[in-house]
């Protein structure tokens, strides 16, 4: 079996938005003879150990990649994470990991669910998807918008509260068969990314497009 390359040790932890402490204690590996468990992983990553293939698969699920990926020779080029819309966004670095990460669990998600409707349903690719550009104006975009979800605004604008008015919008948007994920974090409060850091985005697909909100994931809890 192929060693490990320390290096790739170190870049999988850093991608996933995890100090060296925080990483020793979701991986298990705990202190031993006076060495505390941040220091081991710390030799690991410095080519002063080997890891061992139990706490490689769970390094493997906590840093939330392919078993395959800790063989490559060196880190892979990160790969281009789409279009940035915030204003400030070099301000906002620490969070970049976790979302990065976040990202990538989506893409697992939707991947899926498209493998789902294609196979067993055999949907049939979204019209609207792709149908628009800058060039369009806002306007025309949200008149497409509009008509597309069917949406109502006097109906809207008559809901109660904020709450209210996100309920209606989700389900117009997800009988037009878009999936609206509400997540902020990487499975617990613990990996919660800050709302700084990301407010939504959106991976576009002619099958099962999937947006994630942070924002409102806060507004509907």
């Known amino acids: 079996m192929p060693s490990v390359n320390p290096t790739i040790l170190k870049w999988a932890r850093e991608s996933a938005g995890l100090s060296l402490e925080e990483a020793a204690g979701k991986v298990g590996i705990r202190g031993a003879r006076g060495i505390s468990g941040e220091d081991r992983l710390l030799a690991l990553e410095s080519d002063e150990g080997e890891v061992s293939r139990p706490v490689l698969l769970k390094m493997a699920k906590v840093y939330r990649r392919p078993l395959v990926s800790f063989y490559l020779d060196k880190p892979p080029v990160r790969g281009d994470r789409g279009e940035d819309f915030r204003t400030l966004p070099d301000q906002h670095t620490a969070g970049e990991p976790l979302v990065d990460a976040l990202v990538r669990d989506i893409r697992a998600r939707q991947t899926m669910v498209r493998a789902v409707?294609?196979?067993?349903?055999?949907?049939?690719?979204l019209a609207f998807v792709g149908s628009m550009s800058r060039n369009d104006g806002v306007g025309a975009v949200l008149d497409s918008i509009r008509r597309t979800l069917g949406l109502d605004l006097a109906a809207f604008r008559a809901q109660g509260s904020a709450e209210a008015g996100f309920s209606m919008l989700r389900r117009q948007v997800e009988m037009a068969g878009v999936y609206v994920l509400l997540i902020g974090?990487?499975?617990?409060?613990?990996?919660?990314?800050?709302?700084?850091?990301?407010r939504g985005f959106a991976l576009a697909d002619p099958i099962a497009p999937c947006p994630s909100?942070?924002?409102l994931a806060q507004l509907a809890a």
């Open 213 to 215: 909100s942070q924002h």
């Open 117 to 125: 409707l294609v196979e067993e349903e055999e949907a049939q690719p």
């Open 185 to 198: 974090n990487l499975g617990s409060h613990h990996s919660a990314i800050d709302v700084d850091a990301f």
